[in-house]
């Protein structure tokens, strides 16, 4: 089992790197996903570089139990984004179906982030 929950740290580790660095190379496909009430470019350029931290923050054993929190904390905050696109007019992830996919994925999301840090904590 640890070495699956290790496998699965490390993924979800590379997925964030991977994430924040696409935020940053390319923003504009998020822009839909900011509230326009927002700085757009500035919410994603954050966005990016707080997944590369946490990406980072896991991948380093010493700071993984806060990493993975934030991690969580960051997949709760989300949450919200993706359900006000899925019920827009259109859905800045793509169709109304893939926004309604999202959905779903982004509790797994979370629900992993909370098996990392309950995981780096039990050691």
Excluded: C
Excluded at 18 to 33: F, Q, R, S, V
């Amino acid at each position: 089992m640890k070495i699956i929950s290790l496998i699965l740290t490390y993924l979800f580790a590379a997925i964030m790197l991977l994430a924040g660095i696409a935020h940053l190379i390319k923003p504009a496909p998020y822009a839909g996903l900011v509230p326009g009430f927002l700085p757009t470019y500035a919410v994603i350029y954050v966005s990016g570089v707080f997944e590369i931290g946490i990406g980072l923050g896991i991948f380093i054993p010493r700071f993984r139990s806060i990493s993975s929190f934030v991690l969580f904390i960051l997949m709760i905050a989300y949450l919200p984004i993706h359900l006000w696109d899925a019920l827009k007019l259109h859905p800045a992830i793509g169709s109304h179906t893939i926004a309604y996919i999202r959905l779903p994925i982004q509790f797994v999301l979370i629900g992993w982030a909370w098996f990392i840090y309950l995981q780096t904590n039990k050691q």
